[in-house]
């Protein structure tokens, strides 16, 4: 292994914690944007509040994808790195 280089265990480990945390914050937003619906009656604030949402939507979607590509990862083989014989 190279100096410097973070195990592939531990970048997914890693990746999947910063997805968790940022999954914590889109939750935040996305509960507050459905309760601003309920209460804003302005209508520019009403498209504010969606664009936010749809954002936030966005960002929840791009989140398990993230996760998802982490799991896939972890459970596959491990790739040669480099220092061990290949069988090719």
């Known amino acids: 292994m190279e100096t410097g280089k973070m195990p592939e265990q531990d970048m997914l480990g890693m ?10 914050v889109l939750a935040v937003i996305t509960t507050h944007c459905r309760f601003l619906r309920e209460c804003v009656h302005d209508p520019q604030l009403k498209e504010d509040v969606e664009q936010i949402m749809g954002a936030a939507v966005a960002g929840e979607d791009l989140v398990k994808r993230i996760r ?21």
Request: aromatic share 0%; net charge negative; glycine share 4%.
């Open 68 to 88: 998802d590509l982490a799991a896939r990862r972890s459970a596959a083989p491990p790739a040669p790195d480099g220092d061990e014989p290949s069988c090719h």
């Open 15 to 24: 990746v999947t914690t910063i997805a968790h945390e940022l999954n914590n």
